[in-house]
């Protein structure tokens, strides 16, 4: 399992491993800065999974997966690499997406760039007040009425 993504389901024994596998890989590159040294402890690392890959008791596989689990919190580097886009990046959620009306604001020149999307777009916003006025024509509003 990833960190920071939820599980919507479930997993199998195999993507289980195959994760573990890849956060080991990652751990190793927290610690190895080398590529050469990496790639050495990164090989001997894929000679373990390679071992226990045939075993066909799910139980086993369960045990050993568990104790792979262990293994990597026990050698977790305590300062580990982040992308910085990903979250707890220094830039994840940096860029904040503009809202939807900045485009009202768009010169007609820019807008007839665009001329299907604009075009789809009006009308969309013409549904949208229709499905406003329908829901909300009669609602008084609480402010003005104590």
């Known amino acids: ?13 195999t993507r289980k491993v195959q994760s573990l596998y ?19 402890h ?3 690392m894929r000679a373990e999974f390679d071992k226990n890959k045939d075993i066909k008791d799910i139980r086993v596989a369960r045990e050993l ?14 300062i580990q690499k982040k992308f910085p886009e990903s979250p ?17 604001y768009w010169h007609p020149l820019e ?14 916003k013409k549904e949208y007040v ?3 006025e329908k829901l909300y024509k009669n609602v008084p509003d609480k402010k003005f009425h104590n």
Do not use: C, T
Request: hydrophobic letters at 35%; zero cysteines; a positive charge.
């Open 1 to 13: 399992m990833s960190v920071g993504i939820p599980v919507l389901g479930l997993v199998s024994h």
């Open 22 to 40: 890849k956060r080991v890989l990652r751990n190793l590159e927290n610690y190895y800065d080398k590529r050469e040294v990496y790639r050495y």
């Open 42 to 44: 990164a090989v001997i």
């Open 65 to 78: 997966l568990h104790q792979g689990e262990e293994n990597l919190f026990q050698k977790m580097h305590p």
């Open 88 to 104: 707890g990046g220094v830039a994840y959620g940096r860029e904040v997406p503009s809202p939807d009306w900045v485009l009202d």
């Open 111 to 124: 807008k007839a760039q665009y001329p299907e999307y604009f075009a789809k777009r009006e009308e969309m």
């Open 130 to 132: 229709k499905l406003w």
